[in-house]
């Protein structure tokens, strides 16, 4: 009876480690890629490397401004920007894989409500401590599985992103890519970007319209931890 046991009590333990490993994988993956190696005209600024962003400093977990995604994804951003080239147009990331690490720096920021050093600029009608519960800000992100990008469109010919209404980050109703009250052709552009990121294998979500994550990700279940470097 005792061996059955303690026999029991090890398989558990063993499948409880592996589930923790799965969840929160510390080493970067083969199939994880460098965009810019494979989509060399993809334009990049990292926003969470610095400090424009809703925190207002360089988060943990940045050390290099570099956009890191699967292969996956990579490779359906490389059939968007063929075809927005043939236009004219070009993708801009704003952020890609996100660690762990960055979202619990994001958590810790939104207990800090003394810390309202950016709410004009990035969340001027919302509470801090709604943003999770308004879904602005996630506990587990999507980023961290590795498949969903931030990201708008570029007027190639003068090298200026598409008007969208907001600013990437602006934490409000404004944001959600369905809200009307911003003019027709801001309206047009997000309508733009997403039926391209749709056409390709992206889904988009409610509240922001520069979010993106690929329907098909390789890593559902999947959160990682290493560093953007």
């Not at 009307?180 to 992206?202: A, C, P, V, W």
């Amino acid at each position: 009876m005792c061996k059955i046991f303690f026999k029991n009590c090890f398989l558990f333990l063993a499948l409880l480690i592996f589930i923790v490993m799965d969840v929160f994988a510390k080493e970067k993956p083969d199939n994880f890629v460098y965009v810019s190696e494979i989509i060399p005209n993809i334009k990049q600024d990292l926003r969470y490397f610095g400090k424009n962003n809703f925190v207002g400093r360089p988060i943990t977990g940045y050390k290099k401004p570099v956009c890191i995604l699967t292969s996956a994804a990579t490779h359906a951003l490389l059939q968007i920007q063929t075809a927005l080239n043939k236009q004219n147009l070009g993708l801009l990331v704003y952020d890609c894989y996100r660690p762990q690490m960055a979202v619990n720096d994001f958590i810790v920021w939104s207990q800090n409500i003394e810390d309202q050093t950016t709410k004009n600029l990035f969340y001027p009608h919302i509470d801090k401590r709604e943003l999770f519960k308004l879904n602005y800000i996630a506990r587990r992100s999507g980023h961290t599985r590795g498949s969903t990008v931030d990201l708008t469109i570029v007027d190639l010919k003068n090298n200026q992103v598409l008007d969208m209404g907001t600013p990437f980050d602006y934490l409000d109703p404004l944001s959600h890519p369905g809200n009307r009250d911003i003019t027709e052709e801001q309206f047009k552009n997000r309508m733009l970007l997403q039926s391209f990121m749709i056409k390709f294998g992206f889904r988009p979500i409610k509240t922001e319209w520069w979010h993106f994550t690929l329907q098909n990700e390789p890593y559902k279940n999947t959160y990682f931890n290493f560093f953007v470097e």
